[in-house]
């Protein structure tokens, strides 16, 4: 009789074999430990901070590999402690926790350079594998013979530094961003959708909220395409793709 079994997720650590560090920022005190269970049990190191002043401060201290970030908290948001944190140079990825189910607060939340979101109420499986992606995007390698710049006309990715620049310029861009633009820049001339966006760069099903890849396509065309003559173009119906300015 044959069984099988389901094989447990790769168990994710920092390059040099450490756990993988995750700070927390809830001031619900039972949200809180039980996001701190969850992810002690993915073999993670764990701290927490009820308010926007204390997340700031540990954040600078503990330097983690992601942030849970409510955005409602009793001082400052969540968004002006990202603004802050942003201001100081930090690009750690960020999942939002929202209790508002509104696109105008994600809207918000993702131009102020989150990374993700998700709406209470929410399952910890549903944080986890977000916050997985995340760090997997934020941390990618590339095979050893495999050249690590992306090139597209004018426009250059390097993945080993993760410097992206065109016609010499460097541009910035936050984790997502740049794996979105990494994964474009893989497929040149070809018309991706935004479903195929979605499960590549996002890693994970969201529902259907495609808008989030409309989002961040015009955070992309902001800095990429104000370099120069446009690159990322619209196949209406179709999806999106990037080529040699013209």
Known sequence: MNETTAQAPIRLTRADGSPIRVLVVDDEASLTDLLQMALRYEGWEIKTAADGSSAIATA???????????????????????????????DVPVLFLTAKDALDDRIAGLTAGGDDYVTKPFSLEEVVARLRGLIRRSTLTVDANESPVLVVGDLELDEDSHEVRRAGRLIE??????????????????????????????????????????????????????????????????????????
């Open 60 to 90: 600078r201290d503990f330097r983690p590999d992601a942030i849970v970030l409510d955005i409602m908290l009793p001082d400052i948001d969540g968004l002006q402690v990202l603004q802050r944190l942003r201001a100081d140079g930090n």
């Open 173 to 246: 861009l936050t984790a997502t961003e740049f794996e979105l633009l990494r994964y474009l820049m893989r497929n040149p001339r070809r018309v991706v959708s935004k479903s195929q966006i979605l499960d590549r760069v996002w890693d994970y099903d969201f529902g259907g909220k495609s808008s989030v890849v409309e989002i961040y396509i015009s955070y992309l065309r902001k800095k990429i395409d104000a370099e120069g003559s446009p690159m990322l173009h619209t196949v209406r119906g179709a999806g999106y793709m990037i080529k040699p300015a013209e």
